[in-house]
């Protein structure tokens, strides 16, 4: 078995690709039912966020076919063809796609090097899958390292300090644009965490004229007050276009709240004075042909890419630091996935000695000490047991630490040894206990 990741990003996909390849919250536990019936794939996970859309799954068997078949589902599920998707998509088994898992937790494959949302994201994309049953002990413990690793970088690395994520990237265009923007009229539509995030940062940079608009005016309440701003309602949002200087829009709205219907009625109520747009909501909250309008200047979240490329000057070295801790992760975890392999041998050997130990013992009693008192005979068991437990320890060791050992060849050499046929391998255990003394 071994981890398999298919999906493409923000470097391998334009925003329409990314944007058509998205999959809804409502249809992930739906989808990842569907993927977990195909054959080989026993336990798997999707992550869709604005720069990026990936299956994280456990195959067995054909790895190859396998894969191909998870491309055919994932793409039959958007209803998309695969030829408008060449060169975008990418699969990734083994090392490689543990590398890049934890590459991705630790925020060193964000577009926004060092943001701090993508973890969260990750952890709730877990959630759901577990919440589906889609995540197994195998799965479940990847991410689990994932999450670790991604502690750690954060912790002994300066990858998070100055925080940014894309929200604030969008705050920094705004602040490009206007020579004050701290003059300006801010609308922000949305109030989830990406909404969140931009708030922050306009608010550090001392922007006071914001409103805040949502389709749950309650929530932009909550958002606006935090501030000491104003909440609108979304069906305010035509005479909020001609007010405002600035628009971020984000919100999780999967058709466009702003046209170029709705644009063109905007542009003389302004008086045509400019318009700037930041869009960064995938699906994209604005139709791109708003941009075609005079007047409107409209920019979606790859064009923040050129805003951010600052940030990853700047985080170069912590990065290398960052890098070096996610391969002594990768590494542990492989360590653990090797030695899961050998578990069922591992199993089988110590049931063995411990079944002739145990025989051994109760025919000695039976016949030398049959009146032996029950705290005696439970201290000669013990010690049976760990007599065992030393005597195999050397072979247990090996298994499990090959040291460069072929280990398939050490295998093959212990069940000789031992006296263990294949027959006499238990069936491969799905509980989180591991451990063979």
């Known amino acids: 078995m071994q ?17 058509s390849f998205a999959v809804a919250k409502d249809d992930v536990a739906p989808l990842l039912s569907e993927l977990c019936a195909t054959q080989g794939v026993s336990e798997a996970a999707l992550l869709s966020t604005c720069n990026r859309v990936e299956l994280y799954a456990i195959v067995e068997g054909n790895v190859t076919a396998a894969i191909e078949q998870l491309h055919v589902t994932m793409l039959d599920h958007r ?30 494959d964000s577009m926004v090097m060092g943001e701090p949302q993508i973890l969260g994201q990750v952890k709730e994309a877990v959630q759901t899958a577990r919440d589906a049953g889609t995540v197994g002990m195998r799965l479940g413990r990847i991410f689990d390292a994932a999450f670790t690793a991604a502690k750690s970088v954060r912790t002994h690395t300066e990858i998070g300090q100055a925080v940014v994520s894309i929200g604030s990237v969008a705050a920094d265009l705004a602040a490009r644009i206007f020579d004050d923007l701290t003059r300006c009229r801010v ?21 006071e004229r914001v409103y805040v608009a949502n389709r749950s005016l309650d929530r932009a309440v909550t958002l606006a007050q935090r501030y000491g701003w104003r909440a609108r309602n979304m ?34 109520a302004r008086k045509y004075r400019p318009l700037f747009i930041v869009d960064i909501a995938v699906p994209r909250n604005v139709d791109a042909s708003v941009s075609d309008i005079d007047t409107i200047y409209l920019y979606n979240v790859d064009d923040l ?41 591992l199993a089988a050997i110590r049931s063995r000695a411990d ?41 247990m060791d090996a298994l499990r630490n090959p040291n460069g050992r072929d280990p398939e060849t050490l295998l093959d050499t212990a069940l000789l040894l031992h006296g263990v046929t294949p027959s006499d391998l238990p069936a491969e255990r799905s509980s989180d206990s591991e451990e063979t003394s």
């Open 3 to 19: 981890l398999v990741i298919l999906g493409l990003n923000h470097k391998t996909a334009p925003l329409e690709r990314r944007e």
């Open 79 to 108: 209803e998309l063809n695969r030829s408008d998707f060449a060169g975008s998509l990418y699969a990734l088994d083994g090392t490689e796609a543990l590398h890049h898992l934890l590459r991705v937790a630790a925020s060193l």
């Open 187 to 207: 609308l922000l539509v949305g109030a989830g965490k990406m909404a969140e995030a931009t708030a922050r940062s306009l608010s550090a940079a001392g922007i």
């Open 235 to 268: 069906s305010e949002l035509e005479e909020l276009l001609v007010e405002a200087d600035v628009v971020i829009m984000s919100t999780g709205a999967r058709r466009p709240l702003i046209d170029a219907s709705l644009a063109r009625r905007v542009v003389p």
């Open 305 to 345: 890419e050129s805003v951010s490329q600052v940030n990853l000057e700047n985080r170069k070295e912590a990065a290398a630091q960052a890098e070096a801790l996610v391969k002594e992760h990768v590494v542990s975890i492989e360590a653990w996935s090797e030695g899961l392999k050998v578990q069922p041998t």
């Open 355 to 395: 079944g002739i130990a145990r025989a051994e013992l109760d025919k000695t009693l039976a016949r030398s000490l049959p009146d032996l008192d029950e705290a005696t005979r439970t201290a000669l068991e013990k010690m049976a047991g760990s007599m065992v437990a030393k005597l195999l320890h050397p072979t």
